[in-house]
Each structure stands twice: as C-alpha cells, then as structure tokens.
C-alpha cells in the first residue's frame, strides 16, 4: 500500500466515507472531503490528502486540456516538434512557473477550506479548486512533453502558501480571507498575461493552456469578489508581490 493508498484508507477508517478514494466511471476520484458530516479532524485529514495528492499523485483534468482542440486541428503537425531546443527550455521553463502557481493555489484554497465555517464558502473554495486542479494538470502535461521537469521545491512552495492561506482565513476571518483570494489571483492573472508575451511564438499549445488558465483565474477573483471580499491593505499586496516574485524567479530555474 503506497502513501496515498495509506491516507485513503486512513481516511475511510477515520470518516467512515464511504465513497472516498474510489474511482468513478471517467477517471476522476472522489476527495475524502467530499462527504458531508465530516469533524474537524477529518477535514483536517482531507487537507493532508489533498497535500499528498497535489505533491505525489498524477492530477486528472475534469476539461481537455485547451491545446487538444490545436492537436485536432493540426493532426501532421506535432506543435512541440517544431520547437527549437531553446524555444522548447524556455516554454518549458515559464510552464514549471506556471505549474508552482498552481501547486500554490491548491495549497490556498485546501487551507482556506480548513479555516473556514460557512459551508457556502466551502462549497466556492472547491469549485475553484477543481479548476485549479485542471490547471495543474494541463501545465504538468506540458512540461512533461516539453522534455522539462516540475519544480524541485514543490512541497516547500506547498507549505509556504498553505501556511499563508491558513493564517489568513483563521485569523483574518472570511473576508479577509476572501480579500486574499481576490488579491492573489488578480496577480496571477498578471503574471499569465506576461507570460503570453514572452512565450516562443511557435508554441500555440502552452499559449492556448496559459489562456484559459488566464480566464479562469479571471472568474475566480470575481466570484471571491462577489462573496464579500474585503480589500486587503496596501502592505500586504506589495508583500505578496515580492513573495511572488522570489517564487517565480527560483521556479523558473529549479
Ligand atoms: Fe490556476
Ligand atoms: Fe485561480
């Protein structure tokens, strides 16, 4: 029994859940947090599966990934072939950053779902999630095609952004916490918006993934908005963005 298969069964024990861990007909698997009735501890024990899973396990997509619709269109052509080995290291570098991005916002909304009480946050917390995790699993497949490799640091990228998420919903309360989450994907909005820029040309498919990825982030800053967001104080947004900055530059090489 692999570690994952260990948190499956140590969940199913814990919450008796009945449904968690099995596969369902298309691939996707149901979280340990998807049963309703579930303790503290036990949600506590999902956020450690969802760390594990994001860290260890291969993500499953519930969308095609943007870039199929280019593999329909352009069948005799492999867009990835007709990279250079220098376009192909730099997409393969901006795509790792990307890919860090997305390890962190699985950390910010499974710690956020830990912090908060009110079900209805809950529920918007792990619709963004799922996307996200669409996300994570889009750019992992294109690094992996590229010939690159997903960042090293992952569990401390993981830890760093769960620590923030947490603190920021426990002790800011939901508002803040939702501030947070508006403020954060404002910036990484900005960030895919440069990244279109200064990916190779040629390469449609990490432009279309990145796109997407750039709309979805867009909605899901507007809905932490229509939630009742408060805005967060100047301080803290220039903070997030140096954090964001050292990340993306260590990312971008290792
Ligand atoms: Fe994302
Ligand atoms: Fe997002």
Redesign the pocket.
């Given at each position: 029994m692999g570690t994952l298969g260990f948190m499956g069964w140590l969940g199913l024990r814990h919450a008796g859940a009945s449904m968690a861990w099995m596969p369902a007909a298309q691939g996707r698997v149901f979280k340990i947090r998807d049963n309703p009735g579930m303790s503290k501890t036990d949600h506590f024990i999902g956020a450690l599966d969802d760390a594990l899973r994001t860290l260890f396990a291969k993500p499953h997509a519930s969308r095609p990934s943007p870039q199929a619709r280019l593999r329909r269109e352009s069948e005799s052509v492999h867009i990835t072939d007709t990279l250079s080995a220098q376009d192909k290291a730099l997409s393969a570098s901006l795509m790792r950053v990307n890919h860090v991005?997305?390890v962190c916002?699985q950390a910010l909304y499974s710690s956020q779902r830990l912090a908060t009480s009110d079900p209805r946050l809950q529920r918007q917390f792990k619709h963004a999630s799922q996307?996200?995790t669409d996300?994570l699993a889009w750019t992992q497949e294109r690094i992996e095609e590229l010939g690159g490799h997903t960042s090293y640091l992952n569990p401390l990228w993981y830890a760093g952004a769960f620590a923030l998420g947490y603190a920021m919903g426990k002790f800011g309360k939901d508002p803040m916490s939702l501030g947070f989450v508006v403020e954060t994907e404002v910036q990484?909005e900005r960030h895919l918006a440069s990244h279109l820029s200064r990916l190779p040309a040629k390469d449609w498919a990490s432009q279309a993934i990145v796109a997407q990825?750039q709309k979805?982030?867009i909605q899901h800053a507007q809905d932490a908005q229509k939630a009742g967001a408060q805005e967060l104080p100047q301080a803290l947004k220039t903070l997030m963005g140096l954090s964001a900055k050292v990340m993306t530059t260590v990312a971008h090489r290792i």
């Open positions: 991005g997305e916002a996307e996200e996300h990484v990825m979805d982030e």
